[in-house]
């Protein structure tokens, strides 16, 4: 993912987590819920290795596959 679609998506499901928890408040189970989506949510925004992929070099020899 480039910087704008991972900034995008990770608000996005931080944002869904929030509306979770606030909508489920005597349901306790549907919380957890929104806390799973508020740690991916944050994974996803932070994870920046995704961005610093490294280019494969790839040596052809004749008579490989």
Request: glycine share 10%; aromatic share 12%.
């Amino acid at each position: 993912m480039n910087t704008l679609s991972r900034t995008i998506t990770g608000i996005a499901a931080i944002i869904l987590g929030l509306i979770i928890i606030l909508g489920s408040y005597p349901k306790y189970v549907m919380t957890l819920y929104g806390i799973f989506f508020i740690v991916v949510g944050i994974f996803i925004f932070f994870n920046k290795k995704e961005d610093d992929i490294e280019k494969i070099k790839t040596k052809s020899k004749k008579g490989e596959k």
